[in-house]
């Protein structure tokens, strides 16, 4: 694939049903070498308001909120070119996002492919009435149903660690309700989402407008987009502050806001755990990606009795993560996204350490690139930097705890909300996992995510949940009907 401009890399805005250039244009970097991989169109504040514009036309204007059979037809349509071109995605995705082949053959590519597939399939049965039957109000019978609508124009903001995952999971469930959508893909991982652009504009039927996809690293073009009087819902999904600010900014015009934001969520090994499965689970999924996920659990609590039996365990396993060229089929973990990240991931640990922590391995970069090893930390205050901000890198928190209830409120220590881990007799795990205030939660190595099952977080987690039946209500508003019964 050629590596120099955007025209080479083929890669343009979307825009009304056009792919277009931009005034100028931004590198983006390959996080495995740092080279440049290619320019992507910088977009402009003017840019994203004629992307409003377009997509207010779109849903103002034609039949795409009504006509839910062609919904359908257009839906399956972008399934089909997602398989089609699956190689060309993961290819693009390994190089520009520092996806393993693993990766992209779960969370990263595949698993959202089927996304479109699954929210296709739901607006077929999914009912969009409900009837209330007949009420008598002053001898008069009155019939009342509910019709569900589409929300409206809904400004979609991705962040760079699961791009196709991020993109899919809005734009599916927005396009099944009837919306019309800008889609603006992250600074770091601009060139696969105008990717889905292309091929939104090419081998779909999906009208002018109803699909807006923008690229840029000015964050005037987001703000533009959360504070137009012409969008009336924003999701988004990246960090907890960026979250509140565009909370914030939609206030003023009453914008419905979904919001999947940070984690800092907590594994936590009973005494009457398989230490082994424990400490395998929570070793290989906190490097997984090379940690960039808001839900891992970067907080590994364990009982005190069994710290250093646990933490030696977790420090075998990581001691096996191979890392390095993510398109190498034997790699486990790429790189982080940028220098700038591993800058940040590494001030972290080096703080840690300051602070008290114990550094037992890892806390190293390799280079090229913007890798850096798999890092467990022991000896952590369960209200220390490292043990309550996010980190997104590959970076393991031990936490030592005295009993059950003791776990729960380390767990419970915590601004976020979004997962959670146990291991440990299946009863007394269940017990301890219905006393967390997560989202979502994973008993003994349950895997609870899929295109089926609601996301989403409690506290400064976020607001709403993404996928399954809820995800499509998130983009649905409810009209209530009445009329009088001769």
């Not at 080479?8 to 056009?18: N, P």
Request: hydrophobic share 40%; charged share 20%.
């Amino acid at each position: 694939m050629p590596q120099d401009t955007a025209e080479a890399v083929g890669r343009r805005l979307l825009i009304d049903g056009r792919l277009q250039n931009a005034e100028r244009t931004f590198p983006s970097r390959n996080p495995a070498t740092g080279e440049v991989l290619g320019h992507a169109p910088d977009a402009t504040v003017a840019d994203a308001v004629a992307a409003v514009a377009a997509a207010r036309r779109a849903f103002d204007t034609t039949d795409w909120s009504t006509n839910s059979a062609f919904r359908v037809h257009c839906l399956e349509q972008l399934h089909r070119a997602l398989l089609d071109h699956r190689d060309e995605l993961a290819a693009l995705t390994t190089a520009e996002v520092g996806a393993t082949a693993a990766l992209c053959a779960g969370a990263q590519l595949d698993q959202p492919i089927d996304i479109v597939r699954y929210y296709a399939e739901l607006l077929k049965t999914f009912s969009m009435t409900e009837d209330l039957g007949n009420v008598e109000i002053r001898g008069m019978q009155h019939h009342r149903w509910v019709e569900k609508e589409a929300g409206g124009v809904v400004a979609a903001i991705i962040a760079y660690n699961y791009p196709n995952q991020l993109a899919l999971a809005k734009l599916a469930p927005a396009l099944a309700a009837g919306c019309t959508v800008i889609l603006k893909g992250a600074p770091d991982t601009p060139l696969v989402t105008l990717a889905l652009g292309e091929l939104i504009a090419n081998h779909t039927d999906i009208p002018a407008g109803v699909v807006n996809v923008l690229s840029g690293a000015d964050p005037a073009v987001g703000a533009a987009l959360t504070s137009s009087a012409d969008v009336d819902m924003v999701t988004f999904t990246g960090s907890t502050p960026t979250g509140r600010r565009i909370m914030a900014a939609a206030s003023d015009t009453l914008k419905r806001v979904f919001l999947e934001l940070g984690g800092k969520s907590a594994a936590i090994v009973l005494d009457d755990a398989d230490f082994n499965t424990a400490a395998l689970f929570t070793a290989f999924s906190m490097v997984t990606h090379a940690g960039q996920g808001c839900a891992l659990t970067s907080r590994l609590l364990v009982p005190r009795a069994h710290q250093d039996e646990i933490v030696e365990l977790v420090k075998n396993n990581f001691a096996m993560v191979r890392y390095g060229d993510p398109a190498d089929p034997k790699t486990y973990m790429g790189p982080l996204i940028s220098e700038k990240q591993r800058d940040k991931v590494d001030g972290m640990v080096k703080r840690a350490v300051e602070a008290g922590a114990t550094l037992v391995t890892g806390g190293e970069k390799v280079d090229p690139g913007y890798f850096y090893t798999p890092t467990l930390l022991t000896n952590v205050d369960p209200d220390s930097e490292i043990a309550q901000e996010e980190v997104f890198g590959p970076v393991l928190a031990v936490i030592a705890y005295d009993d059950d209830d003791d776990a729960v409120r380390i767990a419970n220590n915590s601004i976020y909300g979004l997962s959670g881990a146990v291991f440990g007799s299946q009863d007394r795990a269940l017990s301890v996992a219905r006393r967390i205030r997560t989202g979502t939660f994973s008993i003994n190595g349950g895997n609870y995510f899929s295109p089926d099952s609601p996301f989403g977080g409690y506290k400064q987690s976020g607001i709403g949940r993404e996928m399954g039946t809820a995800g499509l209500e998130e983009f649905l508003e409810s009209k209530t009907f009445a009329t009088v019964v001769s």
